[in-house]
């Protein structure tokens, strides 16, 4: 791993470790994707002069000229202000790598590990990880509410392997939601960690445990009883993708008849729609071949990215009533009516709304020996 | 840790109380069960169901008759009776969130080898087959299609049970039978008229019927079997394994508790 960085000088006594995810996935025998470095006494200017690109301007990060990792000055932060811009950064070749990993947000985080495989651990992070305890560094972990999420994140992905959160650091989570510290945190960065979240082993668990820091309905504007909990976990045996296990909650989490009061504006339109679309047939899977058309329309089923099978797909994972066989049979009845097209009637003389009409009789007509088996 | 299951409260929270304080009851590990009917009738139903959703991490309720008319007066559908008095609820600040808990807790409840309902389970069905239908009814709830089912849910046809029953007919009986049965015959068609401990009129026309539990043939009899909403057979079913725990409370007689793990019986007078 230190072959390339041999090559590059970062100037006298530069020291480069790995840290963070990758020192601690190691130590898991956990999968992990992306590996960070941080750089002991060098300056940005030797980095640069090294061939690293510097990326963003608040923050001394760099990325490798070969293999694009990110490299990190060692640095401290301390909270000068509200929000996530609300910090004061100090990097200089005298910071060390303690000072470093102190400022991080667990213990298994604040680890690192030198060329020769040597960890560096002043936190009690191996410690942490043989007990499986999810526990924060230092006081200054309040300083960014977004940790709070981030333990729940860390607690969904390591669930599996019987993590838990320590009570001293629960209480911590628990203080920062009660004074608000969520509603500090900017949408898009809410957003990014639950949909991290929900692409993780258990993600019911990140949501079990926000709402039981009462985070859920600040963050979401609903509750997350059990009942949407196991829905997540259903959707979650079945599918990895984060837009059907976000579906299944939110369907069973809205409230009936009462309109999403989620922050909109940050969710992605298609995770919006799609979970709203589920909340909508919950329960009410089509009866006969005039529902089977308006779901079918209702969910724009003949229209190319059309929801329409992720739709069904959530359902039956959440809703009993929506059996294998009516899957089966809605998307034999999609099939039938797509094959109906209006053009066919119009060569036929038939003429403007009445186009329609025919169209939807014929499909009908189409959808019909499905439902007549009953 | 212990767990205790609460007969019928409805509303008389000053007796659940005492009786949480008679078995030492520790919020931080132990667990209460409710057979549902947590309010209706009684003089204090807001914080009787106050108390249940903040503790809604360590309790189990079963939703009985009175929690499914409480939500279909809050839906709009049904207007309140004369004898309901949960308007303390309906005006509360809090009403969407308690009712909205409501609409997550199932009709039957499976653990620790006991299986809790508010009513009962017909004779004809398993517990497995309880549970598979109780969800249809629980997914209705969470549904937008709830305030449709409040609106069907009331009436006592159709009496008996048929596999190719559909739609909020369907719905009705599961309901019927999950909530309000007290005696149906041994194939299982539900006279809801009689309430006493012996039947008196003649609701099904010369069929025989008898107290769901009593049926010989019952396919739950091997199974123990936690229920409430009968408060005139005093909890007496002359069953061990067959457990009423509505022993009259808002009817001035007693409430009981019992303790899951021991068996234990607990009683508080109510005046």
């Known amino acids: 791993m230190s072959l390339l960085m041999s090559d590059l000088s970062l100037g006298p006594g530069a020291q480069i470790y790995r840290v963070g995810g990758a020192v601690r996935d190691t130590l898991l025998s956990h999968p992990f994707h992306e590996t960070d470095w941080v750089v002991v006494g060098s300056t940005p200017d030797a980095l640069k ?8 301007s608040d923050f001394p990060v760099f990325l490798h000229p070969v293999t694009h990792e990110e490299y990190a000055l060692a640095r401290t932060e301390r909270k000068s202000g509200p929000g996530y811009h609300g910090f004061t950064v100090f990097a200089d070749p005298n910071v060390t790598l303690e000072e470093d990993l102190q400022r991080r947000d667990l213990t298994i ?7 020769s495989g040597r960890l560096i651990d002043p936190y009690g992070g191996q410690r942490d990880l043989d007990e499986k305890v999810l526990r924060h560094v230092s ?3 309040s300083e960014d509410p977004l940790r709070v999420l981030r333990v729940c994140r860390f ?6 392997l019987g993590f838990s959160v320590a009570t001293e650091t629960l209480e911590l989570m628990r203080e920062i939601v009660a004074e608000g510290g969520l509603q500090e945190l900017a949408p898009n960065r809410i957003w990014r960690e639950t949909e991290r979240a929900l692409e993780e082993q258990i993600p019911a668990r990140y949501f079990a445990l ?5 985070g ?3 963050l979401f504007g609903c509750q997350f009883f059990e009942t949407a909990l196991t829905a997540l976990h259903s959707v979650a045996a079945k599918h990895g993708d984060a837009l059907y296990r976000w579906a299944g909650l939110i369907a069973i989490a809205t409230a009936p008849n009462k309109p999403l009061a989620l922050p909109v504006a940050t969710i992605p ?4 729609k799609v979970a709203q679309q589920v909340h909508c047939y919950l329960a009410q899977p089509p009866q006969d071949a005039h529902q089977a058309l308006q779901m079918l329309e209702g969910l724009d089923a003949f229209r190319q990215g059309s929801y329409f099978q992720t739709v069904l797909d959530v359902l039956h994972c959440i809703d009993p009533l929506f059996s294998a066989r009516t899957v089966a049979r809605m998307t034999q009845a999609q099939a039938q009516a797509i094959a109906v097209r209006g053009s066919t009637f119009a060569s036929r003389g038939v003429k403007g709304p009445e186009i329609k009409d025919a169209v939807s009789k014929a499909r009908i007509a189409a959808i019909e020996p499905l439902f007549s088996t009953h | 840790m212990a767990t205790y299951v609460v007969g019928d409260i409805q509303g008389c929270f000053k007796p659940f109380q005492q009786l949480l304080k008679r078995v030492n009851f520790n919020p931080d590990k132990d667990v209460i069960w409710s057979v549902g009917d947590l309010i209706n009738r009684g003089p204090n139903n807001l914080d009787t169901l106050r108390w249940f959703y903040e503790r809604r991490d360590n309790v189990v309720t079963v939703l009985g008759n009175h929690e499914l008319h409480l939500m279909a007066v809050s839906s709009g559908v049904r207007k309140i009776n004369k004898s309901d008095n949960f308007d303390d609820i309906l005006d509360a600040q809090d009403r969407d969130k308690l009712i909205e808990w409501l609409h997550h807790q199932p009709l039957i409840h499976c653990e620790h080898n006991v299986t809790m309902v508010h009513a009962g389970i017909p004779p004809m069905w398993t517990v497995g087959d309880a549970v598979d239908r109780a969800a249809e009814v629980e997914r209705v709830l969470r549904s937008s299609a709830c305030t449709k089912f409040f609106s069907a849910m009331y009436g006592n046809e159709p009496i008996v049970w048929r596999d190719d029953l559909s739609g909020m007919t369907r719905l009705r009986v599961i309901t019927n039978y999950l909530t309000r049965m007290r005696y149906c015959t041994k194939k299982g068609k539900l006279d809801l008229v009689n309430k006493g401990p012996t039947p008196i009129t003649n609701a099904l026309k010369g069929k025989k019927v008898a107290p769901w539990f009593t049926h010989s043939e019952r396919l739950t009899k091997d199974d123990t079997i936690i229920f409430g909403h009968w408060a005139s057979i005093d909890g007496i079913t002359d069953s061990t394994n067959t457990i009423g725990l509505d022993t009259g409370c808002v009817w001035g007689n007693e409430m009981t508790f019992l303790e899951l793990e021991t068996r234990r019986f607990y009683r508080c007078r109510c005046s």
């Open chain 1, 49 to 56: 002069v090294a061939g690293f690109k510097q990326v963003g």
């Open chain 1, 139 to 141: 006081d200054s972990f």
């Open chain 1, 109 to 115: 985080n604040a680890m690192a590990m030198d060329a």
């Open chain 1, 216 to 218: 859920d309905q600040p």
């Open chain 1, 269 to 272: 339109k298609r995770f919006q």
């Open chain 1, 155 to 160: 607690a969904a992905r390591y669930e599996h």
């Open chain 1, 210 to 214: 926000l709402s039981a820091l009462g």
